[in-house]
């Protein structure tokens, strides 16, 4: 029975996937890089999440995420402050972003 109401009002017990699911994102061009938005959705926030893409002459796509301890009511935020975060992991690390041979790392 418990599992019924659990079911009709959206109840799971314990964390679910879809409490850390990504929401729709929106991506940016930053110089020669992508800066793409990933909020993770965590019940009713969302958490700061990202990555950094960029197309290398002769490996391809690098691309380097990014996760954040910040949380916000709003997708919309979390959006708008992983694309600020992004520029500034740019901005930053210019030079050694993307200096190493791994196709894809957390920053």
């Known amino acids: 029975m418990a599992s019924f109401f659990s079911k009709l009002f959206g109840f799971s017990g314990g964390g679910s996937k879809e409490?850390?699911?990504?929401?729709?994102?929106?991506?940016?061009?930053?110089g020669?890089?992508?800066i793409r938005a990933t909020p993770m959705r965590e019940g009713p926030q969302y958490r700061l999440a990202g990555s950094i893409e960029k197309t290398m002459p002769d490996a391809g796509v690098k691309v380097r995420t990014f996760i954040r301890a910040d949380l916000f009511a709003s997708e919309q935020d979390a959006i708008d402050a992983a694309l600020r975060k992004g520029r500034q992991i740019v901005d930053e690390q210019r030079a050694a972003l993307f200096q190493?041979?791994?196709?894809?790392?957390?920053?």
Not at 19 to 30: D, F, I
Not at 100 to 107: A, E, L
């Open 19 to 30: 409490e850390t699911a990504q929401a729709a994102g929106k991506t940016e061009s930053y």
């Open 32 to 34: 020669d890089c992508l």
């Open 100 to 107: 190493d041979d791994s196709p894809s790392r957390p920053v």
